[in-house]
């Protein structure tokens, strides 16, 4: 019983997060509507893509404390109905403020529902398994989720009209609370208890825990330059197919397809790798290497290298990013499992520093240094930051698949 719970939870959760970034990404085919209907500009269209951004960055801690103060299941379903709810609020806007106001709830929704997904899905999958668990809603649902919202919402767009394309993508929000709120079972494992995910948890002592610990800000520095040149390849790579290498644009838009579907790939390979082979360490080091590696790579390429990079930086950004957000629930020493969504959320708006300035950072060196140096100036940002992970202490040995592999880093 206790098994089939297990991967009932996690099937739930998964589903969740299907709809997490769905709700993210279905306004990108409604771009053309936004701009006939509203009469918006490129640069107002930014700032909605921005808005959601937003949102997300600033919820991260103040929803791992909602989730301390209440439970991970309140705050998991306050997270998908706040999202849902910014979700019909755009759909039903008729001027660039109040969707500009929706966006930003949608941001809030999500920021407060990852934190508290992971907290419960370390709680009920720990050891050998919770960085495949993580791999599999960090990894496979997260791409699989902006996939149906970038691609499949572009038919339902040309269908429906972005109106109702938005509002059937809220409605996926509002079937997952429902089956959140009914089906989801309780985890009963005698170390965790129920206690664990239910509230009561916010205390000096528990912001302790999470504020003042020397890893959580380590690991949040080890991933700030792989986060942001992670999405700034998503957003740009491209453009810049387009500019230096005359692709045409669905040739070019295939390298951010390419580079979204390698992710699916990573999460699930990710997981695997740092539960059974290297441990979680020596797997994000690896793979934060070889996305550095492919950020140097990108001017010196043609059409066809320029594909297998994308692959490259896709797969391995997720790679790395599925041990680093399971490490919380790795200390179990130092965090309690009421503190990892807190903790996720402290590790987060730190790596959202990279993600706001590193797309800065290459447009302001590619406009006076070429672009590439701008290349170059992604891949020092992960590299140099991934050093930090040198600092941070190995976690209890009794996870680890090979301990021995994690203490060569050490």
């Given at each position: 019983m206790r098994m089939n719970s297990r991967w009932v939870a996690l099937a739930i959760i998964f589903v969740s997060f299907l709809q997490f970034t769905l709700n993210w990404f279905n306004l990108v085919p409604a771009f053309?509507?936004?701009?006939?209907?509203?009469?918006?500009?490129?640069?107002?269209?930014?700032?909605?893509?921005?808005?959601?951004?937003?949102?997300?960055?600033?919820?991260?801690?103040?929803?791992?404390?909602?989730?301390?103060?209440?439970?991970?299941?309140?705050?998991?379903?306050?997270?998908i109905a706040v999202e849902t709810a910014g979700t019909v609020l755009s759909a039903a806007a008729h001027s660039y403020d109040v969707l500009l106001v929706g966006r930003f709830i949608c941001g809030v929704g999500g920021s407060v529902y990852i934190g508290s997904a992971?907290?419960?899905?370390?709680?009920?999958?720990?050891?050998?398994?919770?960085?495949?668990?993580?791999?599999?809603?960090?990894?496979?649902?997260?791409?699989?989720?902006?996939?149906?919202?970038?691609?499949?919402?572009?038919?339902?767009?040309?269908?429906?009209?972005?109106?109702?394309?938005?509002?059937?993508?809220?409605?996926?929000?509002a079937i997952t609370f429902v089956a959140l709120l009914w089906l989801f079972p309780v985890p009963l494992d005698a170390r965790d208890s129920a206690r664990g995910v239910a509230g009561n948890h916010l205390n000096l002592a528990a912001l302790r825990r999470t504020f003042g610990n020397r890893n959580l800000w380590l690991l949040g520095l080890s991933f700030l330059g792989a986060y942001g040149s992670y999405f700034t390849a998503a957003q740009l790579l491209p453009a810049y197919g387009v500019t230096h290498l005359q692709l045409e644009p669905a040739a070019a838009n295939s390298l951010g397809v390419v580079l979204l579907t390698a992710g699916a790939v990573g999460g699930a390979v990710g997981g695997w790798l740092a539960d059974k082979v290297f441990g979680v360490i020596p797997t994000m080091v690896g793979a934060l290497i070889i996305e550095s590696v492919a950020l140097i790579l990108i001017p010196h390429l043609g059409a066809t290298?320029?594909?297998?990079?994308?692959?490259?930086?896709?797969?391995?950004?997720?790679?790395?990013?599925?041990?680093?957000?399971?490490?919380?629930g790795l200390y179990r020493d130092e965090i309690e499992l009421s503190d990892i969504p807190t903790a996720c959320g402290l590790m987060l708006t730190i790596v959202a520093v990279g993600g706001v300035t590193l797309p800065a950072l290459y447009g302001w060196v590619a406009t006076r240094y070429g672009y590439t140096n701008a290349w170059t100036a992604l891949a020092a940002a992960s590299f140099v930051s991934m050093m930090f992970c040198f600092l941070v202490r190995r976690p209890d040995t009794a996870h680890n698949g090979n301990a021995h592999a994690e203490a060569a880093f050490k």
């Open positions: 053309g509507g936004l701009i006939a209907d509203l009469h918006l500009s490129l640069p107002q269209v930014g700032v909605v893509i921005g808005m959601f951004i937003a949102g997300y960055g600033l919820a991260h801690i103040p929803g791992g404390m909602l989730a301390e103060a209440y439970g991970m299941r309140f705050a998991m379903l306050f997270g992971i907290g419960l899905t370390t709680a009920w999958f720990r050891d050998h398994e919770l960085a495949t668990a993580n791999g599999l809603i960090t990894g496979v649902a997260f791409t699989v989720g902006a996939s149906l919202g970038l691609y499949l919402w572009t038919d339902i767009v040309a269908a429906l009209g972005w109106r109702a394309a938005l509002l059937l993508g809220a409605t996926v929000g290298g320029l594909l297998i990079a994308a692959a490259a930086i896709g797969g391995m950004g997720i790679l790395a990013f599925v041990p680093w957000i399971a490490m919380p």
